[in-house]
């Protein structure tokens, strides 16, 4: 049984006192991590911080980008040793937001995907095809070659451990929700891939979220489908009692 995986990505968003209030209001209502996995990717100014506040609890801090070496001059930029020194968990790798304004690549995806688990956290990788890759027929060819290029060169035992994050770009803060068939879909050809391409172990094992403008009114239906293990959510997980709905109904 693979566990869900609710994680809420707050993108540039909240001041540091809205983050911790935030925190509090949710840090004790979270279900026990052995039904779901709860995780908010908070602003990289933050995370000291909140990563102290939820110490002891069910809620998890993560990254919302990362650099994939361990130092060096890369100014601006933060390694997966600083991640891991203030005991950050988790790390998302490749939003689509990274690659369209920032230059990630699938090659840059995989060395911070490598990086990460080297390092002990575990990474989020978003893959996802753009509107005008789906209108052409081209959803599996796209988000399958992101999912082959990212996990290049990782041992079946790894890939196991990493969260796939299913986002098709269009619908990405526009409330434009895949239907939960169409999400299924291709969650169902992405552990195809896996199982291809790695081990079928891995395939069974490897958690697969769907993101894209789930909110509480349709995270049910998506987590329903067969080969849809969590949601990775925007604008709904800004609030606190709408992240905590989305958790619940992961648990
Ligand atoms: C996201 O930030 O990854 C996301 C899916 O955003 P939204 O839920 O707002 O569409």
């Known amino acids: 049984m693979r566990k869900n995986v609710i994680a809420g990505n707050w993108k540039m968003n909240k001041t540091i006192s ?34 102290k506040l939820t110490e002891g609890t069910d809620l998890k801090i993560a990254a ?13 930029e933060i390694s997966p ?20 304004y920032y230059n990630e690549t699938d090659e840059s995806v ?17 893959i996802g095809e753009t509107l005008e890759e789906r209108e052409a027929d081209k959803t599996n060819e796209v988000v399958g070659g992101q999912v082959e290029k990212a996990l290049e ?20 803060g526009t409330g434009k929700t895949a239907t939960a068939q169409q999400a299924n879909e291709v969650c169902t050809f ?3 891939v896996v199982k291809e391409k790695v081990s079928a172990e891995a395939a069974d094992a490897v958690r697969i979220q769907y993101g894209g403008s789930v909110k509480p009114a ?11 293990d ?3 959510v925007g604008g709904a997980s800004l609030e606190a009692d709408s992240f905590l709905a989305l958790v619940e109904a992961g648990a």
């Open 110 to 126: 995989n060395k911070k995907t490598h990086a990460a688990l080297q390092h002990g956290i575990t990474p989020i990788v978003c």
């Open 230 to 232: 969590g949601a990775l």
């Open 190 to 192: 992405i552990r195809n």
């Open 18 to 51: 809205e983050a911790k209030e935030f925190i509090e209001a949710t840090k004790a209502k979270i279900p026990s991590s052995d039904k779901a996995e709860a995780i908010v990717c908070a602003p990289a100014l933050y995370l000291t911080e909140l990563v």
């Open 64 to 76: 919302q980008t990362m650099h994939y070496e361990e130092s060096g001059a890369f100014t601006g």
């Open 218 to 228: 349709n995270v049910d239906e998506l987590l329903s489908e067969s080969d849809i």
């Open 153 to 172: 060169g990782l041992s079946a035992e790894q890939v196991s451990t990493v969260i796939l994050a299913y986002e098709p770009v269009w619908a990405i």
């Open 81 to 100: 040793t600083a991640l891991k020194s203030i005991g950050v968990e988790y790390a998302v790798i490749g939003h689509s937001e990274r690659r369209e």
